[in-house]
């Protein structure tokens, strides 16, 4: 098959709108964001420039695409990660979550600047309100089994959780922590201590 034909087979079988994800990944990857247009994704989706209408009408559409993708896969390996904490407890099952959080981050860090550094830059779709929505609330329901009942601040709680592990994700992504950090063991320093802070915001 000649890749003229493999090209077509594929957008015939419904692979466009995943190719296209990919493309706009790649870019985002490659830093270059005056790239990040869909002629260009089209193009190394080896499509003509007006195919990707097919599947997303705008560029802020795919852009809305690959970050309601990012936070779906987030909430997936945080969930993951939960599961395979060592007692199942509620403080290890919520620090579990906090290493997930940073590993998903640093390891889909296109993605990853997507879903929250590049958010404000285009129009939301209603997929990435609830993919977002679900990730917060996976959040939530992790706190809140950290403090237990009768807390009326777990909001607060899952904010200042995720302002730790977005703060170290976002340092290690730009490289802003000071070179003699041992990044593994200061994350699992911060999260132990997690739990713990948590329920003593409520007396502060």
Known sequence: MTGSNAKKRAYHHGNLAEALVKAGLDILTEGDLSKFT????????????AAPKNHFASLDELKSEIAARGFEQMVRELAAGADAAPSQSPDDRLIAMGKAYVRFATGNSAAYLMMFR??????????????????WSQLEAGVAAVLGPGRADVEECAAHAFALVHGFASLIIE????????????????????PRALRGLGSA
């Open 38 to 49: 869909l002629r260009e994704c089209a193009r190394r989706a080896g499509v003509s420039h």
């Open 118 to 135: 590049d958010g404000s830059s285009f129009d939301r779709t209603a997929r990435y309100r609830e993919a977002g929505e679900a990730a």
């Open 175 to 194: 490289g802003g922590l000071p070179p003699g950090v041992e990044i593994d063991s200061a994350i699992a320093a911060s999260l132990a201590s997690l």
